[in-house]
């Protein structure tokens, strides 16, 4: 392969050249992963047992930022087809060593509970208990070092921490979960929702599509939806998938220039050989196939170290505590993305250095004699 | 062979750089018989260089004509199958790539042919044989004396069985010594292929070697 040789040529450079685009790849796999893994882990909060819609604010840019009256609730419940209703408070406290601490207010029985597991201490609704409650995440509790029987200070009030709780999104494991007036109380938001979970009597396709027109319209400032679409409600998720748009294509830009110039710089050193390989009889079309050659090598070697090095840094990420709630959704279609930008990245990259290689004739770099 | 006949045949070849203000190739006529050893002699400048240009393919003449076994250099599309197949050279520099061996930098050219990569490894080293370097096959050029690069140059030149060997100055870089057995060993192995050489020099001592001169000056023929 003489396109691998010629880049053991120059070691440092090819190495240089393979970091930025491992790099630029990286960058575009631990944004797309976590913007992804975010969109997941939402869909999969409220993606439990009975809620068969939510409601939020309509217009609300993230569902912590979603505010429903609580008046709301006696309207909903006598509303034809609704069978249960469980109000939430999705809220962020500042607590020391983590300013985002999720606070999940909640109300006995509600589907947002289904997906919690008990590992110490008491349900949330442990029966025969009035005092404040607080069941805390497992990785909150790890990372804040806290245990059964500790106190947290939450606004003005200490709750004893009476229960800790696994759950299979980090959002959650990472937070605690309260009873619902606590959690407005300490958010702020009494007399006001975040999110509420409805469980409907019948929920065919076509019942929940009646439902959710029904909802909206009988309440204006509602937006229902099914949980596993939950984040579609919200603003926020789009404006991240363009800034994570806007960094991708900026890392494919500063990863190609970086490959643009290393061929350059390869191809301009080589002036004289390129020609020479003319003048032996070599036509243009194997200059040019030798220079994509080695542009394309160093993409292909890129990708994948991009790749590696992106799921590392999302993993790293994800086990620093104050970050226990990031959580990268990859799998082989983004690897897949990922090297189709790699190559791509490669292709842009090497396309002009090419063209100039294909400029060289024979007699140029005889010249140089 | 029948008649003599000729492989190269040019006619009032023309070229000028400089937008014209420098004539190079001031309407050369040019037969080149095959099987021949034609020494092309000149001072520098006098348009040696430019004219092994136009009959290597490796550039085109502004005007005339030049016919390579039949084939018009001037109309031809793919210039680089002509050098392929037809044409060896021999650089006053080795030119050879620096980071190959010297059996890589012999099957370079036989890339150009997509010959499998067994025949290539076997007919350069056969050639490297052949210019007395059987045992410096996977050394790279910076690995070899001046005298042996050329060797490996003139191996790479002969690689393809090409009709034409063209040399330019091939032993202007070499100490007096070396540039003696260089010149054997070309006129050797063109004896043995019945390979046609032509050589471009501006030593007279080197061109006498030739059958036959032909002297260039200011880019026309003087001894036509």
Redesign the interface.
Known sequence: MLGF??L??RKVRSALTLIGIAVAVATIVSLIAISRGFRKQFNNLLSVGDAHLVLSRKGAPDPFISYLPESLLSDLSVFPGVAEVYPSILGIAQIPRQPFFFLYGTVAGSPLLEQVRVIAGEELFAPGADQPRLCLGRSAAEYLEQELGSTITLGDQEYEVTGIFEAPTPLLGSGALLPLADAQRIAGLEGKLSEVLVQLESFTPEDLAAAESALEQRFPEVEAIEPAEFTKAFMEFDLADQAVAFFSILAVIVGGIGVMNTMLMSVFERT??LG?????????A?ILRLVLEEGLLLCLAGGPAGIALGVASIEAVGAWGQFSWVAGDYGPALFVEAMIVAVGMGLLGTFYPALRAVRI???EA?RY? | MSAPSAILSAKRLVKTYEGGRIRALDGVDLEIRRGEFLAVAGPSGSGKSTLLHMIGALDRADSGTILLEGIDLAQAKRLDRIRARSLGFVFQLHNLLPLFTAQENVEAPLYALAMPRAERATRARALLEAVGLGRRLHHRPTQLSGGERQRVAIARALVNEPKLLLADEPTGNLDRAAGEQILDLLLELRRERGVTLVLVTHNTEIAGLAERIVRLEDGRITNG
Not at chain 1, 276 to 284: E, N, R, T
């Open positions: 040789r010629n053991l040529r004289r050989e020479i390989l003319q003048a032996i009889g070599w036509s243009k194997m004739t024979p007699i005889l004699e």
